[in-house]
């Protein structure tokens, strides 16, 4: 049995989940007229670009936690059920944190704070396993 494979599904739907946020600032930038390199102009395309940029700033929290926490709690969870889970509900959180940030940056804060608590809950759970089975 594969131990690895649905973290490794859960890695590949946060990228692209990132994948898509950033064709999501392409569109933005070809609905503004505002070509690349630059980067201001248009409120709703620097908020596309804002939300790419912090989900950028994310993922390198977000990734090795997710597979750290997966490693340590393997011998529990064989099958990764749990890190999958977080990791779901982290990208369901990153995708509410973009829409809400879009339509309105006020509306950013409950997607922002679900996927704030899923990597806390995985890096956190990594870290606690870490040590317990450094001074079992």
């Known amino acids: 049995m594969q131990t690895y494979a649905f973290v490794a599904i859960v890695t590949a739907l946060a990228l692209l989940a990132y994948v ?17 390199p630059q980067m201001t102009g248009d409120p709703v395309l620097e ?10 700033e994310w993922l390198p929290i977000f990734l090795p936690s997710l597979w750290m ?20 509900v982290w990208i369901v959180g990153r995708i509410l944190y973009a829409l809400g940030y879009v339509a309105d940056p006020a509306k950013r804060e409950a997607g922002f704070m679900i996927q704030a608590l899923a990597a ?3 890096l956190f759970g990594a870290l ?3 040590v317990w089975i450094l001074v079992a």
């Open 128 to 130: 606690g396993k870490a």
């Open 120 to 122: 806390a809950a995985l």
């Open 20 to 36: 898509w946020m950033g064709l999501r600032v392409g569109a933005a930038r070809g609905k503004s007229g505002i070509a690349a």
């Open 47 to 56: 908020r596309h670009i804002r939300v790419q940029a912090n989900t950028l």
């Open 69 to 88: 926490f997966h490693l340590f709690w393997q011998p529990q969870d064989p099958m990764g059920v749990i890190a999958f889970a977080l990791g779901m």
